[in-house]
């Protein structure tokens, strides 16, 4: 007798449970894609104990009659797919027929429906894929799953789910993001007796980004409006003026070729905002919520040069495209896509977000007691600052005055909490910028009539709160600062019309030079100097293999290297900028930035990162005076970059105390 056997429905069923259901959260999300693939416009969503002892989503959408509940518990029943064409397009967020009966077999579930075309309900019983019971019942209109003793006969699932704290952020997450997904409906989460989130229909993403996060996170983020870009079929590997010409060839002058618009619309947060992992990333193909490679890489291309690589963005992407051009039958928690045109949509979204961070070139403020990377409920993101020039300067000011610095770097890392748990309503009033709690401190005897300093009976000179300039948001207004001087000849201090700015010179000058030695490379026209006598350097077999990549490249940007002999470079040139003194050290720098973040990534990253380390290289340190001259020309060629708000390291450049800032912590509006 042969061996082979098929699995009965009940094994295969709880095999796949094990990919579509890896913890609470995942049952959250097939269920609300069920509701929202049914029309819903008010979810409901309950639960207990994180998820485990209790799930329930209760609809309004169009419910099922009653052949059709028991159907949908069958393997590979959906009524969403006909024929294997149908594949091609989905426009439904379910199609694989998986979740119902996955669920089933790892919990106790029970399903109450009713469609609008019958007058009574259907109720249906599961435990462990075994049915229980199927009845009539009275119902109202629409869905209600329950799902109880999630994994009760899956123990080793079981341990792995982490405390119920971790696993209810997981789904505060998950459903406070498909509520920005659709602002149009109603979305409520509870948590036994607590209401974690509600929110009401509102008309755009907007507001309700308002409703979930509070304004100070809107003031954080970037909106990205509607950004349009056509692909033009066909092949994606011809140029598209080549390709508009070759169909022209074929269809007449007169026929457009066909198209294909790719949408992106969403928030993404300025470059100050810097989160410590992934967690704030939320990306949308076609309203489904998916983790990609792709779009991820896109995003950090974008924020390339502005945060450092350490770091990630709050984003909040939707992208919208034909359902041809995107395969979601990847995975079967359907989180995966592939791209049919991957690598038109990377420079879409890439272009996209670099564009709008450039157009609004925001100016970071001050905020030491609660830094602006941190958005309500998140731990300040830590800023490597080891890796980077300043540690020796840091150090300093710590020996200087112990403790000073705390309130101003972030923390250290390591206070990051493995997940994210959102303040899900903006009632949870944001920290205010500054902190002034402390208690005022009295001048007269007794208090003042109103209880506060009365602006009438004020000694000090009454400020015409009429003449507060509007608040300056944008970099543009560096170049016409007036530099007062210097703090640890390293800091310019400089009044502008609303308020003060504090400018690091080395970074300032570092992003000017970076986009001066890019333009340079993109123009095929980089300075160099010749050596005297080359400088002969040893490598690493893994930076030989890593040279052997970067060559081309290296020599581009302006070093002359070549082999010489057994794993020996010899340099005869460098770029203009560059000391002698530094070559070697900068070379490493190089190499070891290609080993460590860009292996396989793209040229134009490797090309912005060797442009980078020159211009940190060349720029001017920390510790150097500077005349007024000199100061005042850094602030006009720095509003003149296209980036001035941070570093090509990602580092902040310039911060902005306004004038309402300072009026309010002397208490005088
Ligand atoms: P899929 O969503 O991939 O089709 P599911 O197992 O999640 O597979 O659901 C099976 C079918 O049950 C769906 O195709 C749909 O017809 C029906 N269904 C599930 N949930 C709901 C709901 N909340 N409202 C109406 N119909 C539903
Ligand atoms: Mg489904």
Redesign the pocket.
């Known amino acids: 007798m042969g061996r082979i056997r098929i699995l009965p429905d009940q094994v295969a069923n709880k095999i796949a449970a094990g990919e579509v259901v890896e913890r609470p959260a995942s049952v959250v999300k097939?269920?609300l894609?069920?509701?929202l693939?049914?029309g819903?416009t008010d979810l409901r969503v309950e639960v207990e104990s994180g998820g485990r002892r209790l799930i329930r989503?209760t609809?309004d959408?169009?419910?099922?009659l009653r052949d059709?509940a028991l159907l949908?518990f069958e393997r590979h029943?959906?009524?969403?797919?006909r024929d294997v064409k149908d594949l091609l397009s989905i426009s439904?967020?379910?199609?694989?027929?998986?979740?119902?009966?996955?669920i089933a077999s790892v919990s106790r579930l029970l399903l109450e429906?009713r469609s609008a075309d019958e007058v009574t309900g259907t109720r249906i019983e599961i435990a462990g894929g075994k049915m229980l019971r199927c009845e009539e019942a009275a119902l109202g209109g629409?869905?209600v799953?329950t799902v109880r003793d999630l994994f009760y006969n899956v123990p080793a699932r079981r341990k792995f789910l982490r405390t119920e704290q971790t696993e209810l952020a997981h789904i505060a997450s998950l459903v406070t993001h498909y509520s920005l997904a659709h602002p149009d409906r109603t979305y409520r989460l509870t948590s036994g007796p607590t209401e974690l989130l509600h929110v009401t229909p509102v008309a755009t993403l907007q507001e309700r980004v308002y409703q979930v996060f509070g304004s100070q996170v809107l003031d954080e983020l970037v909106d990205i409006g509607a950004r349009e870009r056509d692909l033009f079929l066909p092949p994606p590997s011809v140029p598209p003026s080549e390709a508009i010409a070759a169909y022209q060839r074929e269809r007449g002058p007169d026929e457009d070729p066909p198209t294909r618009t790719f949408r992106l619309t969403g928030f993404f947060s300025r470059p100050q905002v810097q989160k410590a992992n992934r967690n704030s990333i939320f990306i949308f193909v076609n309203g489904r919520l998916i983790r990609d490679r792709l779009l991820l890489h896109a995003l950090s291309s974008a924020y390339h040069n502005l945060i450092p690589p350490s770091a990630y963005p709050f984003a909040l992407l939707f992208l919208e495209c034909a359902p041809e051009e995107v395969d979601v039958n990847v995975h079967p928690s359907k989180t995966e896509v592939r791209f049919r045109h991957g690598s038109f949509v990377h420079d879409f979204v890439r272009d996209t977000l670099r564009d709008r961070l450039m157009e609004t070139r925001p100016a970071p403020t001050f905020s030491p007691a609660q830094p602006a990377t941190d958005l309500p409920g998140h731990a300040p993101s830590p800023q490597p600052a080891a890796r980077l020039p300043y540690s020796e300067f840091s150090q300093m000011l710590e020996n200087e005055a112990p403790g000073a610095v705390d309130s101003v770097l972030p923390e250290p890392a390591g206070a990051e909490p493995p997940l994210p748990d959102f303040t899900l309503r903006p009632t949870a009033a944001p920290a205010p910028r500054l902190d002034f709690t402390a208690p005022p401190i009295e001048v007269t005897p007794g208090p003042p009539p109103s209880g506060k300093l009365s602006r009438h009976l004020d000694a000090h000179g009454v400020f015409p709160v009429e003449a507060i300039p509007p608040p300056e948001m944008s970099l543009s207004v560096l170049s016409d600062l007036r530099p007062l001087g210097q703090i640890h000849e390293s800091f310019i201090i400089a009044a502008g019309r609303d308020g003060l700015w504090i400018i690091d010179q080395h970074v300032a000058h570092e992003r000017i030079l970076f986009e001066q030695v890019l333009k340079q490379r993109a123009a095929g026209r980089v300075e160099m100097q010749r050596l005297l006598m080359p400088l002969i350097i040893q490598l690493t077999p893994e930076q030989q293999i890593d040279y052997a990549r970067i060559a081309d490249e290296l020599h581009a940007s302006g070093f002359e290297t070549e082999p010489f002999g057994n794993r020996t470079i010899a340099v005869k040139a460098a770029p203009a900028s560059v000391g002698a003194a530094d070559l070697e050290r900068i070379l490493f720098e190089i190499l070891e930035i290609a080993e460590t973040e860009l292996r396989g990534a793209s040229l134009d990253d490797l090309r912005r990162s060797i442009c980078a380390s020159i211009a940190c290289q060349a720029a001017i340190k920390i510790n150097t005076r500077l005349d007024p001259a000199k100061m005042e020309w850094l602030l006009r060629a720095l509003a003149a970059t296209d980036c001035p708000m941070s570093c090509p390291h990602g580092r902040p450049i310039a911060m902005h105390y306004s004038t309402r800032e300072i009026l309010k912590a002397f208490h005088r509006i």
């Open positions: 097939e269920l894609e069920n509701s693939d049914a819903a989503i609809d959408g169009c419910g099922m059709d949908a029943a959906t009524s969403k797919l439904t967020l379910g199609f694989r027929g998986e979740a119902l009966p996955s429906t629409g869905t799953v």
